[in-house]
């Protein structure tokens, strides 16, 4: 094992890093089989992922830490800088890479306590932190009430696994819009509400690894700790101009507070968005829709601009950044906060 730590941290740290981390959200999917999604960074503000409990909504961020080797006294090492740890109430996981698998115990810690019990030095001016445990229960050191044994390593983030011989859901058939080839429509619309919230640099952004839920682009503000998740629609039209129709699909779709759905416009013959789009609370969507079998179906006028009800709901696309910045940031009426 000393051999292969040389070998990491001579010339693929950062590579050790992301093996620590997809190994952590693998575990994590894992034991908790579908309880905790896993959205990754697509702009990095400090934090490595955020885990979406989605048995009642809870947004965690967290920072994962790896070593893969173990001290001669048999301690695992973990030394960060003090200027990474970021945010007090995010969590962090340090753990030991053991070959294919995670150290027996892990770690699991808020940044506030870690900042707090770790040994603090300063090198060259920099001020960095030191965390060191023995992979066992039991012991009476300052980290031993922090450690978790790996096969209960979702249980510390609040998902129970589902009892022994339940089955996952079945997987139902694409909703009636896609079954025409448009999906890539839909890339599209999410890749543009994507580039808007990207405007607002206080908004660090994150996408679930792999799209299983309701929530697909998910915006925290870094200064308040909110979040903001979002379902993208996108309604394209043509020249003939009939009424679109937007379809979610009841048995997987999870109205909350915090989760609102953004449906833009998409004029095929042009080529571009239209200037407005619809910001609509997830909690109304029933309220609007009909349902139709398995769906509820959202019908709008050709650019996603207006029907019936849905005027309250308008806004200009070049404000969706600013706007969803100031319902998750510290004076927001919106957003989840971390638990």
């Not at 001290?71 to 973990?78: C, S």
């Not at 044994?149 to 996952?168: I, K, N, Q, W």
């Not at 009939?242 to 416009?265: D, I, K, L, N």
Request: proline share 6%.
């Amino acid at each position: 094992m000393e051999g292969e730590d040389i070998r990491w941290h001579h010339s693929q740290t950062l590579a050790a890093g992301q093996v620590a981390e997809f190994k952590v959200w693998a575990e994590l999917i894992r034991q908790s089989r579908g309880g905790l999604h896993v959205f990754l960074p697509l702009r990095d503000r400090g934090i490595d992922g955020v885990l979406h409990r989605l048995a009642d909504g809870a947004y965690l961020p967290v920072q994962v830490k790896g070593r893969t080797s173990l001290t001669p006294a048999g301690q695992v090492h973990i030394t960060v800088t003090a200027s990474s740890l970021v945010d007090d109430h995010a969590w962090v996981v340090a753990t030991l890479i053991d070959g294919p698998e995670l150290g027996s115990f892990v770690l699991v810690v808020t940044e506030a306590e870690f900042r707090r019990l770790a040994s603090h030095d300063v090198v060259e001016g920099r001020e960095y932190l030191t965390a060191a445990f023995e992979l066992h229960a039991g012991g009476e050191g300052r980290w031993a009430p922090f450690l978790v044994p790996r096969d209960r390593l979702a249980e510390r983030f609040g998902s129970a696994p589902l009892p022994s011989g339940a089955a996952p859901p079945t997987p139902s058939a694409p909703p009636p819009h896609e079954w025409g080839g448009l999906q890539a429509e839909g890339f599209l619309g999410e890749a543009e509400v994507i580039r808007r919230l990207a405007e607002a640099e206080v908004l660090a952004l994150f996408r679930p690894f792999p799209d299983l839920e309701t929530v697909e682009v998910l915006a925290r503000h870094v200064a308040s700790g909110r979040f903001l998740g979002l379902q993208v629609k996108t309604s394209g039209w043509d020249k003939a101009g009939t009424e679109q129709r937007v379809y979610f699909r009841r048995s997987s779709f999870r109205p909350r507070a915090s989760t609102f759905v953004c449906v833009p416009g998409w004029n095929r013959q042009a080529r571009v968005f239209a200037g407005e789009c619809l910001l609509i609370p997830s909690e109304d969507v029933e309220g609007l829709a009909r349902a139709e079998g398995e769906w509820l179906v959202l019908e709008l006028a050709p650019g996603a601009s207006s029907h019936r009800r849905l005027d309250a709901y308008r806004l200009d696309l070049k404000d969706l950044g600013s706007r969803v910045e100031s319902m998750v940031g510290p004076s927001g009426a919106f957003g989840a906060t971390s638990p």
